[in-house]
């Protein structure tokens, strides 16, 4: 396949899962099972092409873009229909079709109560569009299209498949994200109004940097608040732990895996190279930010007693990292942040994947009445979360310490002139992110001593639980793989994004 002129490729991959979903819609609901092996068979046909296409990506040429699309949309406001990807939105791009698929697989044996597979998983396909649209649209208001759109299917899939706050965390999720949206709505017409462009591209908006400094950041404002919200980033988090603790499964796998890195790539993508005197002068903040987020984190999840809710505050606490590293205004600081995207995708997807299982074998996430033992009488499921634990806390080989190592190291010297003013502000900022890596050990090691280790309680010593069941390796083991194999070899990320970011630099100056 030719990158130069397989747009078709692209497009066809980025709209079938809403075809898909279409077709989901139209077929009887008595259908159960036949319904769950189509939405495995279309996930799986989507992410073969999006396999295809990462296979078929030029490398060597990864900071432009490739299997570009560029029409006329909607001529009255001059929006065009513009795709592409290059070596910044790939590793996304393919995250986003390997979790719904291995989503749609988990979903043949676990469907969230009430059981309405042909709901559930067309909004799991209509979503997908929505996010996998957002890292591959190179016009603003294409952006801002797919951006809006994951907002109704996860609602829905919360507010009807959660647990018995679902109404609450599923209203609070939407509000929260249409507020951030209206500001970034905002500040996008100003950004075109004051380019006096005739065109929403972003690669073209990035060349302008509209405005001076007094524009730059009343504009970084809006933008700042839309994405910091989806991120989350403290103290607009929130909604987030609500949204994990009573969203179902796959709707948690899904939002930790892709949905929450919507927000750190438009800083990346749009944030950074369009105003990029608005980033410098807010960098500061965001720094200030992320490491509060950091330790917020870590302290609210030394003192959970639900296993998925504590899950949801470590996000607050590793999206700080990636944060930190875009705070740090530097190539190692961007380069940062992606990997530890890419990493949190996969590391918190897992271990959303193993609370929902967890919670299906005790019918509680209560981790004082679940007790210890599990090693013993669960042992496969006990080692797989071993494992996953130690990933997300950044034991060195695997996945989890490569983003948080590179955003430290990034921080210390921090670009764009702010090592001048802020060079003692950054290295506190390092100093107590570093603490935050000590206490998200704490919190991990915490929490398998008192699930995993000892003998089972009385309650749980007679019940026969299932082990690891066949369904759950086949959807879980790609991201173990991927755990390790980003742990050993994070050159099959930063090797990807390394071109792509240089280029993006270059619109800041750096």
Not at 20 to 33: I, K, R, Y
Not at 111 to 123: M, N
Not at 253 to 279: E, H, N, Q, S, W
Not at 384 to 396: K, N
Request: some cysteine.
């Amino acid at each position: 396949m030719d990158p130069n002129t397989a747009s078709w490729a692209l497009v066809v991959a980025l709209f079938m899962p809403l075809a898909g979903a279409a077709v989901l819609s139209v077929m009887p609901s008595a259908m159960d099972q036949v319904i769950r092996r189509t939405a495995v068979v279309i996930t799986g046909i989507a992410f073969a092409l999006v396999a295809w296409l990462t296979a078929s990506f030029d490398y060597t040429r990864s900071g432009e873009l490739q299997f570009t699309s560029d029409a006329m949309w909607i001529p009255a406001i001059n929006a065009r229909f513009e795709l592409g990807i290059d070596g910044i939105s790939l590793p996304l791009f393919f995250l986003t079709y390997l979790l719904t698929f291995l989503c749609a697989i988990y979903t043949t044996k676990h469907l969230p109560e009430p059981g309405k597979p042909k709901a559930f998983l067309a909004l799991m396909m209509l979503l997908q569009t929505g996010m996998a649209g957002t890292f591959v649209a190179f016009d603003l208001v294409l952006f801002f299209v797919f951006w809006e759109l994951v907002l109704v299917p996860m609602f829905f899939m919360i507010g009807m498949w959660g647990g018995p706050r679902r109404d609450y965390a599923s209203v609070k999720f939407f509000l929260y994200t249409l507020f951030g949206s209206i500001f970034m709505l905002v500040a996008f017409l100003a950004i075109y109004f004051q380019a006096g462009a005739t065109t929403w591209s972003i690669q073209e908006l990035s060349a302008m940097a509209p405005g001076g400094l007094t524009f730059q950041t009343w504009a970084f404002l809006g933008i700042f608040l839309g994405f910091a919200i989806k991120v989350p980033m403290w103290p607009f988090h929130t909604w987030l732990p609500d949204a994990h603790t009573e969203a179902p499964t796959v709707g948690s796998v899904l939002l930790a895996g892709v949905l929450l890195k919507m927000g750190t790539y438009g800083f990346i993508r749009i944030a950074l190279p369009i105003l990029p005197d608005g980033a410098v002068r807010f960098a500061p903040l965001i720094g200030v930010l992320a490491v509060i987020g950091i330790i917020y984190g870590s302290l609210c999840c030394l003192a959970q007693t639900d296993v998925k809710r504590l899950i949801a505050f470590s996000s607050v606490g590793h999206m700080g990292f990636v944060m930190l590293g875009i705070a740090a205004m530097n190539e190692a600081g961007i380069q940062a942040a992606l990997f530890g995207n890419i990493a949190h995708g996969v590391i918190t997807g897992m271990l959303f994947f193993l609370a929902g299982s967890l919670h299906e074998r005790y019918h509680t996430r209560e981790i004082a009445v679940i007790g210890g033992g599990m090693l013993k009488k669960i042992p496969r499921y006990g080692v797989l979360l071993t494992f996953v634990a130690v990933a997300s806390l950044g034991l060195p080989g695997l996945a989890g310490f490569w983003g948080e190592f590179t955003a430290m190291w990034a921080a210390i010297s921090p670009g764009m002139g702010l090592a001048d003013s802020y060079s003692g502000l950054y290295l506190a900022l390092v100093i107590f992110a570093a603490i935050g890596t000590v206490l998200t050990a704490g919190y991990f090691l915490w929490l398998l001593q008192r699930v995993n280790l000892g003998n089972p309680s009385e309650r749980w010593a007679a019940e026969p639980l299932d082990d690891v069941m066949r369904i759950e390796w086949v959807s879980w083991t790609p991201l173990l793989v991927l755990i390790l194999a980003l742990g050993i070899f994070p050159v099959l990320v930063f090797g990807v994004q390394d071109a792509a970011v240089t280029n993006l630099m270059s619109y800041l100056g750096g």
